[in-house]
């Protein structure tokens, strides 16, 4: 019973360098979601998607990118790594809002950007 | 807009005592979700308890219980008996059945004390 994997859990990033955080799910959920969560705070929204093929920004867009060309997969990407982008990643998947509402998580990936 | 506030950010109890945490809102929508999800140590959100703003009648999970005042826009936790085990973060969210994105508010560290 996997549920929303994202890899990797940690990784340290050098300013200006790039990569791509990893989420899939296995429940057939429409919604998907990223978040971030800095050091005593809650979570932000980066962006999120309704359905393969759509994606829209949440909150905190400016500096990451995503795609979802498929139900399972929603993978967030980074360009140009800023100190600022150091944080705990969340993603997250949903049946949608009609249904429990409910938003089902991973286990967070630990992005440190020096 | 919706915005989710949490005025409390450190409380403590003392094991099999009882603690309630503070959780406001603001929205303009008539239907919503409301609940309360559990952050411990090892990072993974965990859903406590949901609400759905057209019941009257207040969500419980066992030992956690909420107080829903919808006019109030008011959404606190009670936490009975309380367990080493519930030492965690407590975040409150709101999700509307209109919009696609679940909103948190900035978290409750709660410490349970032997």
């Known amino acids: 019973n996997a549920g929303v994997t994202q890899t990797p859990k940690f990784r340290i990033l050098k300013i200006g360098q790039s990569m791509t955080l990893q989420c899939t799910q296995d429940?057939?959920?429409?919604?998907m979601y990223w978040y971030r969560q800095d050091p005593g705070m809650g979570l932000k929204l980066i962006y999120y998607?309704?359905?393969?093929?759509?994606?829209d920004k949440g909150e905190v867009p400016n500096g990451y990118n995503v795609s979802r060309s498929t139900t399972e997969d929603f993978p967030l990407r980074l360009e140009l790594a800023a100190p600022s982008q150091t944080s705990v990643y969340f993603c997250?998947?949903?049946?949608?809002?009609?249904?429990?509402?409910?938003?089902?998580f991973g286990e967070g990936s630990r992005l440190t950007v020096l | 807009a919706q915005t989710v506030t949490q005025s409390q950010p450190e409380m403590s109890v003392q094991e099999a005592e009882t603690v309630t945490l503070s959780c406001t809102y603001d929205t303009s929508e008539n239907n919503y979700y409301l609940f309360w999800y559990k952050q411990p140590p090892s990072r993974q959100m965990i859903l406590v308890i949901r609400q759905e703003a057209y019941k009257q009648q207040n969500a419980t999970e066992n030992r956690f219980s909420v107080n829903f005042q919808k006019a109030a826009k008011s959404f606190s936790l009670k936490i009975s008996d309380s367990q080493l085990g519930d030492t965690a973060m407590y975040f409150c969210?709101?999700?509307?059945?209109?919009?696609?994105?679940?909103?948190f508010g900035t978290g409750t560290r709660l410490q349970v004390f032997p």
């Open positions: 998607s309704v359905g393969a093929g759509i994606t």
């Open positions: 429940m057939n959920h429409n919604y």
């Open positions: 969210a709101t999700r509307s059945y209109n919009t696609d994105k679940l909103i």
């Open positions: 997250a998947s949903s049946e949608g809002q009609y249904n429990t509402g409910e938003l089902f």
